[in-house]
């Protein structure tokens, strides 16, 4: 496979041998509906052997994509109920999400933001938009954090980056920048001299939010790109997805979060699924997640412990349920957002 070609249709996959023949027809339909793309840094991880490969579990399409339960939701968090202006989320109160593009490198199959990405989504913000989007910001004096996310933030040129990053600059207020990426992982030859100029145009304390979820991720050039990033002054701490299929085992999650730690990368957050349209092939019921984050408890250093969280559905923010959730005698959980506020969250999967 050419060095660093993306692969973004069904023909593609099937001519790489990342699908069979007999799987074209189901993954056009899939690729009807949602974005298709992974790299080749992501599609050489891939042991065609195994049809249960982690890797190819999150990038390849599937049939059950097409399967969308009564729970889920094209916006399972929340992000529009809290979007004062195109482009910004403010939920919390001293920090906003900027999502400046909607387009990723690749595109994961559990997404949770997959009804708003990819060619046929919420596309980039124009100039004007992003400095309407950041008139906001500095009208609204509380916001301390500009968390940089969409899509992903680090397929945006230096150039725009760099642009977006000096006009933060002017702002007093903001002390923290931070961006949401799997570039580093996904694309790591991006990560070049000319992309930590732009991280570094504002002048502020920058944070990336690594998105790994399996073990293997961590290759040798991933980490060099991270080893890049630290080096150059960026803070980073990771993200992960508790998946089915991928990562619900707590010897595997524990050696990516070693493998974080090891690489400098704080391990911060690990989610719960969230209801996203044809993801329940991909989610573990809360139980389930909570036994395997017990289970690292103790037996790996506590540098390697993720916080392990659930984002409430209809936009009331995340809540710590490692052991802050309720079970009820029906099998659902009660759970408490930030403000208080108390809901009620059923398994879906």
Known sequence: MPAQRTLRTPEELTAAGLLDQREVTEARAVGDHYAIAITSAMADLIDQRDPEDPIARQFLPNKRELITTQAERADPIGDAAHSPIKGIV????????????????????????????????????S??????????????KEVWEVILTGGDPLVLSARRLSEIMRKLADVPHVKIIRLHSRVPVVDPAAVDDELLAALKASGKTIYLALHANHPREMTPAARAACTRLVDAGVGMVSQTVLLR?????????????????????????????????????????????QRIVASMRGSISGLCQPTYVLDIPGGHGKTVIAEGAQQ?????????????GVHRYVDDC
């Open 90 to 125: 403010h939920r919390y109160p001293d920090r906003v999400l900027l999502k400046a593009v909607h387009v990723c490198p690749v595109y994961c199959r559990f997404c949770f933001r997959r009804e708003m990405v990819g060619p046929q989504g919420d596309g980039t913000l």
């Open 127 to 140: 100039t004007e938009e992003i400095d309407a989007a950041l008139n906001y910001v500095r009208q609204h």
């Open 328 to 340: 009820q005698e029906d099998g659902s959980y009660i759970v408490s957002d930030f403000r208080g």
């Open 245 to 289: 299929g991928v990562n619900d085992d707590p010897l595997i999650l524990a050696d990516l979060m070693k493998a974080f730690v090891e690489n400098r990368i704080k391990p911060y957050y690990l989610h719960h699924p969230d209801l996203a349209p044809g993801t329940s092939h991909f989610r573990i019921t809360l139980a389930e997640g």
